[in-house]
Nanobody, 125 residues
């Protein structure tokens, strides 16, 4: 059973950067597409970014395009989310996910059946 563990969250000032990491265990991550979701208090999870199993295709929410970059290192069973130019509205719990299906058109929770426990990102001055 594939398990995902996120790290790298924290408190950062507006305009700052963070790099989230997600390490998989109990399976081979390169069998899966991967994605990042975030959830702000009182809101539904929002798809942030996704990446195909071989890393050649990526997709981003409009709200993060040009600021966030998703990548993966299958040799290390790890997915990353580099977040630059952070804004207060980026605040939330960020979840790493894995699933069998990648889409160029949407980042939807139904695509991903493996979820990590989440890491808190807070953007505030």
């Amino acid at each position: 059973q594939l398990q995902l563990v996120e790290s790298g969250g924290g408190l950062v000032q507006p305009g700052g950067s963070l790099r989230l990491s997600c390490v998989a265990s109990g399976g081979t991550l390169d069998d899966y597409a991967a994605g990042w979701f975030r959830q702000a208090p009182g809101k539904e999870p929002e798809g942030v970014s996704s990446i195909g199993s071989n890393g050649r295709k990526t997709n981003y929410a409009d709200s993060v395009k040009g600021r966030f970059t998703i990548s993966r290192d299958n040799a290390k069973n790890t997915v990353y989310l580099q977040m630059n130019g952070l804004k207060p509205e980026d605040t939330g719990v960020y979840y790493c996910t894995a699933g069998r299906f990648y889409s160029d058109y949407e980042i939807h929770p139904a695509q991903f059946d493996k979820w990590g426990q989440g890491t808190q990102v807070t953007v505030s001055s």
